[in-house]
């Protein structure tokens, strides 16, 4: 099993302590580009289908929220990956 494939499972199981750094790491390596074009924590990611997801980073801590990353994996279920 690939890193990656090991960091979408932990993704899929909704951990607690997902870190926002690993985040991006899952969604950069099934395609998803940070498109942000304005500073502060609101961030785009989008696919070259143009799927776009929508996420706030965390801050101060550096842990995404169980809700966050529900609408994540619902997104990548939805496009079957």
Do not use: C
Not at 53 to 66: A, M
Request: no cysteine; aromatic share 8%.
């Amino acid at each position: 099993m690939s890193k990656l494939a090991k960091l979408i499972a932990r993704l899929r199981s909704i951990p607690a302590d997902f870190t926002w750094s690993e985040l991006v790491t899952a969604l950069g390596g099934v395609g998803f580009l940070d498109i942000s074009d304005k500073p502060g924590s609101y961030r785009t990611f989008a696919n070259d289908s143009g799927v776009k997801i929508f996420l706030h980073k965390p801050h101060p801590s550096n842990v995404v929220k169980k809700y966050a990353l529900r609408q994540v994996v619902q997104t990548l279920d939805d496009l079957g990956i």
